[in-house]
């Protein structure tokens, strides 16, 4: 079974410029989750995607990030204009369903590492 | 105060010793409890996960929870240098809503095992 993708895996931006994120789940799964790890930290929640409808995104930064998720598989997040601040790993994860019994852990991909200087 | 604490370490252990690691938490509703490990430049994967207070094993790691005390804890035996990677405490609630299915993370532990 091939595991969550994500593209690129390093991306290093100015400040206020724009960036953007892509993800392929699972096949399969119908939740999508993006984070937020910044280093020394645990994983934020930034959104989530129940098929192609967000059910969660009181913690995105919405002046500045935005996301997609077409069709109910990829998903893409984007950040603009950039901030010093957004430096950090965006972890993109999916689950089967948002309560999945048994194998309900939420599968995570290698993630993207933002640099902003 | 944040929602679950995790001393970030780091730990360093020689190989074969047993570890523990924890996390505490403030939010009673909490009913899910999970370990990730998370090896250097990867995602976090899953390692453990148990419902309410108890214990479970898995080879070499056992799961313990004390809801009473909003206490997890996680143990390494016979630890191993593979087993060296920042290992993440993660919880949540059987609440519905827009929070349903939503994780929390503790900030991580970095362990080494050198042998």
């Known amino acids: 079974e091939a595991g969550v993708a994500q593209s690129p895996r390093y991306k290093i931006i100015e400040k206020r410029q724009s960036v953007a994120f892509w993800c392929n789940p699972i096949s399969g799964h119908a939740t999508l989750y993006w984070y937020q790890q910044i280093l020394g930290q645990g994983p934020k929640l930034l959104i989530q995607?129940?098929?192609?409808?967000?059910?969660?995104d009181s913690q995105l930064p919405k002046d500045r990030f935005s996301a997609e998720r077409l069709k109910g598989v990829d998903s893409t997040l984007k950040i603009q204009p950039a901030k010093l601040e957004d430096s950090a790993v965006y972890l993109c994860a999916s689950s089967l369903a948002r309560f999945s019994g048994g194998a309900w852990g939420q599968y995570f991909g290698p993630g993207t590492r933002l640099t902003v200087l | 105060q944040k929602e679950v604490e995790q001393d970030p370490g780091p730990l360093s252990v020689p190989e074969g010793a047993i570890v523990s690691l924890n996390c505490t938490y403030s939010?009673?509703?909490?009913?899910?409890f999970m370990w990730y490990r998370q090896y250097s430049r990867k995602g976090p994967e899953l390692l453990m996960y148990t419902y309410s207070s108890g214990n479970k094993e898995d080879g070499r790691f056992t799961a313990q929870v004390d809801k009473s005390s909003k206490y997890i804890s996680l143990f390494i035996r016979d630890s191993q240098p593979s087993d060296s990677a920042t290992y993440l405490c993660?919880?949540?609630?059987?609440?519905?809503?827009?929070?349903?299915?939503?994780?929390?993370f503790g900030q991580g532990t970095i362990l080494t095992v050198h042998p």
């Open positions: 939010n009673s509703a909490f009913q899910y």
């Open positions: 993660a919880m949540r609630s059987n609440a519905g809503g827009t929070s349903y299915g939503k994780l929390t």
């Open positions: 995607f129940q098929n192609n409808g967000v059910v969660d």
